[in-house]
């Protein structure tokens, strides 16, 4: 519940993934700061299924997504992780505004939706294009994702990749789990680890090195 805690003090937050809230997106819609935001928002959401789905005669997401590693760690299908998604921007944030691939936010201090793919590099590319100077990146298997520019926090809750891929991993919530922490204090640990970070740690990417970058390609990725 970060965002939660966050964007009452006044932040710019983000969040995106277009292709990962399909099989949610009335509850996406629904967390729009108004209809009209909402409208729009479905609009941009309806043009990607469009231009993937429709334009490459495909009935489903198989082997994007969901991706063969989310179903190797548990998920069955898209609808699971869209509510995944969502569960991101925690349980009373709204998006105030839609934002184009790498677009700067123009609507105040607040939580916007960018457009943007759910590979991670690009997703991370783009969103730092966008002017946002911090990355929180929760991974269920270990994505080992950094950037040249910003650093990149991970967060896991998975005993397994905690356990082998710790130097890899920021904040530890695999507490939520085991019922010994809560969704509370999950969120001030990961607060904490956005300070600390904001005034010289290296997040785990940042010190073993790691600088993906990719550039989005002339046509939408998934």
């Known amino acids: 519940n970060m965002y939660d805690k966050l964007l009452p003090e006044g932040i710019y937050g983000v969040f995106g993934e277009t292709s990962e809230i399909t099989g949610a997106e009335h509850i996406a819609k629904a967390r729009a700061i108004n209809p009209e935001v909402g409208e729009r928002w479905y609009k941009m959401w309806k043009a990607y299924l469009d231009d993937v789905i429709e334009a490459n005669k495909v ?130 640990a990961l607060i904490d680890m956005i300070v600390r970070t904001a005034n010289g740690r290296l997040a785990a990417a940042e010190a073993l090195g790691h600088r993906e970058f990719v550039m989005t390609k002339l046509y939408r990725s998934a």
């Open 59 to 188: 009935d489903d997401l198989s082997e994007s997504q969901p991706t063969k590693g989310n179903i190797e760690g548990g998920l069955t299908t898209i609808e699971e992780k869209a509510l995944g998604n969502l569960e991101k921007i925690g349980r009373t944030s709204k998006y105030i505004d839609i934002l184009e691939p790498a677009e700067q936010p123009k609507s105040g201090k607040g939580l916007y939706f960018m457009d943007s793919s759910s590979a991670a590099a690009e997703c991370v590319t783009l969103m730092a294009a966008g002017g946002y100077v911090v990355h929180t990146f929760p991974t269920g298997q270990g994505n080992i994702v950094g950037n040249p520019i910003v650093p990149v926090i991970k967060i896991t809750a998975n005993p397994r990749t905690l356990r082998t891929m710790s130097e890899h991993i920021d904040v530890d919530v695999t507490g939520i789990l085991r019922r010994d922490m809560t969704i509370d204090q999950a969120g001030d």
